[in-house]
Every structure is written in C-alpha cells, then in structure tokens.
C-alpha cells in the first residue's frame, strides 16, 4: 500500500468532534472536497455555490458533466431558498422524510452552481440523517453537492476505506465515521413532472411516497430497460473491476465459469447452491442486504477472483432499490 496522501479524520458518528467538524468546515469554504458519510453512502462534498469547488468534484471522480449532483442541505428551513418554487407537495414530503434518503427535485434557484445542475433548470435536494453530515454542512454555512465519494462507475463506498481506495490524493480530507446505516444511494423523486415520477428507486418505497402523494408514482428514469434506450445514462455503473456477472440459481453450474470465481447470493436461495464456489457472501433479507451490498462487492472485488457472480432476489416490490443497483453492476452471464 502507498503512503496515504488524503487525511483521514476519525470522528463519532453520533457526537463528531467539534475541531474535525471546522477543519472539514473550512476546506468546503476554501472550495476544496470532503468525503463524509451520509446514511446512504460517503458523499464527495463540496460547496454547491461555487462553480470552482463543483467543478473539483467532477474532475475528481471523473464523472460526465451531463450527470446532476444531489445538493444537501442541513434541514427543511434551509432548503426552500436553494429552490425557485416550493410546491405544497414539496413541504409534506420534506416534513414527512427528512431528514432521510430522499431526494426532491425541483425547479432551481439561481445561487446553485449550473455545473452541478448539469446546466439544467432544476436541483435534487436532500436533508441527511448522521450529525456529522448535518453538522458539517451547518458549519459551512452553505449548500453541500455530493455524489457518491468514488471514481465515476465503480462501487459506491459505504466505508471510509472504500472512499481511500478509490480517490487518496484527489481529494482533500475523509472524514471517517465508520459504516453508513442505508447503504444504497437516495429515492430521487422528480416533483417538476406531472405527475411526480421517481427518477431513481431507493429504500424509500413508492409505496411509502403514495401515502403523501396519494398515488404511487411510478419509476421512470434509471431502470436498466429504459436505459439501454436513452442515450448518456451508462447501463454499467456501480461496477467491480473485476468481471460481474449475474445468473440465475439455475445457472451456478455452467462449465464455462472460471475456476476461480466468487459468489454473491442475494435474496433467499437454496443452500446448495453455494457448493461449487471458494468465496460466498450471502445477503438474504433487503434490511440486511441494502447495507452490505456494496461492501460485499467491494471484498469480492479485492480477492483477485476471475469473475464475481451475484444471484439476483426475486423481482417484486421491496427489492427494487436493490435490484436496480445489482443489475447494473452487472452482465448477464450468457453474455460472459
Ligand atoms: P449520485 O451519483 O449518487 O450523486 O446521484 C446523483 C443522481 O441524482 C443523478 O444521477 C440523478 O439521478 C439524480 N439527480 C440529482 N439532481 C437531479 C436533477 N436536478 N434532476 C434529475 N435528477 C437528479
Ligand atoms: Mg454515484
């Protein structure tokens, strides 16, 4: 391992210390980049006014510039002025699910930097859980964007060592406050459609939105199916570096799979299954899987393995938000 080159802060997840808090405070202020957890991922944060400091994030993770960030702000007061309008909808959704992961898209206001827009006319809001993300963005006394802290199309980090792996020395602190309690990126629900559409599924379940909005809204963006037919939104993402393929049970005994391959099961599958192979993780539960999902791809991507198989849960409704993740992490095995 190299000499690490980003800091590295350790803090409490639920009292962060004060000083470490300010240190990461001022390198937002100064337009630099902090990696911090949310309850869903570690986000790469920086200050969503300035052009300069939104530009850092794109250049660090190496990500297209037409893909908007999330911007996250400390509480539902502090929201309303980052958007032009503020629909009634808006309101109830905020007072019933922040903080939480839930992400409001809507109309923008013109001191959100356009670059993390992607230059279009709305901004993805969010209030986040952990103090130390909420404490953080107080300090700063600004607006936080934040995409997920890793290099654009790989895994997402839910540990700070996920974030090291992937960005030391392109970015300018972590702070450290162990695991994140969700594990899968935000519900992003689109409230300038007609009607209110989700863009990305998360743990947030339509189900759930349905009680404010009084219909489940449908999922529209970001689903592998609709992807392969909309031009700049990349199938593969959230990917392993080393060959991800996904099969069903039925399938585990296919000759052609290398000797030496590792197995994720998610969902409950039959013991059997996981005769044949040296590395098996197996995530059965979507409470227990959201979690661990990108930690276990991130171990089996670390193992030298020459090809990772994951088993898909079955397609029904509390395991959407999984599924849309593991499916673009994915090829499907008859295309090895
Ligand atoms: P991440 O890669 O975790 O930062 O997630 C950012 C995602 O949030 C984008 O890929 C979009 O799906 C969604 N998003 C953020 N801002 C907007 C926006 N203004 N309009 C539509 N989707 C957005
Ligand atoms: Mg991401």
Request: one cysteine or more.
């Amino acid at each position: 391992m190299p000499t690490p080159r980003t800091p590295i802060l350790v803090v409490s997840p639920d009292a962060p210390d004060p000083d470490a808090i300010c240190q990461a405070a001022d390198v937002i202020e100064r337009g630099g980049l902090v990696a911090f957890a949310t309850e869903t991922v570690y986000g790469l944060g920086a200050n969503a006014t300035s052009d300069g400091a939104v530009r850092r994030i794109f250049e660090a993770k190496g990500r297209e510039s037409t893909n908007p960030l999330i911007v996250h702000i400390d509480s539902l007061e502090s929201a309303r002025p980052f958007a032009s309008t503020w629909p009634d909808v808006a309101e109830r959704l905020a007072e019933r699910f922040w903080p939480g992961p839930l992400t409001l898209v809507l109309p923008k206001s013109p001191v959100i930097s356009s670059l993390a827009t992607a230059g279009g006319a709305t901004v993805g809001l969010r209030v986040p859980r952990p103090a130390v993300a909420r404490d953080l963005i107080r300090t700063a006394r600004l607006p936080i964007a934040a995409p997920s802290a890793n290099r654009s199309l790989r895994v997402s980090p839910t540990l700070a060592r996920h974030v090291a792996k992937d960005l030391d020395g392109r970015i300018d602190l972590i702070l450290d406050s162990g695991p994140t309690a969700v594990g899968i990126e935000s519900t992003v629900l689109d409230l300038t459609s007609d009607p209110p559409a989700i863009l990305r599924p998360g743990s947030i379940l339509p189900t759930e939105l349905a009680e404010i909005l009084g219909f489940v809204p449908a999922i529209r963006g970001q689903v592998p199916s609709f992807i392969n037919k909309s031009p700049g939104l990349n199938p593969i993402h959230y990917a392993p570096s080393t060959p991800c393929f996904r099969a069903g049970i039925d399938q585990l005994d296919d000759p052609e799979l290398p000797e030496n391959t590792g197995l994720l099961l998610v969902g409950h599958h039959n013991p059997d299954a996981r005769r044949a192979f040296a590395h098996v993780i197996e995530l059965r539960t979507p409470d227990f899987a959201e979690p661990a999902f990108y930690d276990a791809l991130h171990r089996l991507d670390e193992l030298d393995l020459d090809a990772i198989l994951v088993v898909p849960p079955p397609d029904s409704p509390e395991w959407v938000a999984l599924r849309d993740r593991l499916l673009r992490a994915t090829r499907p095995l008859d295309e090895a």
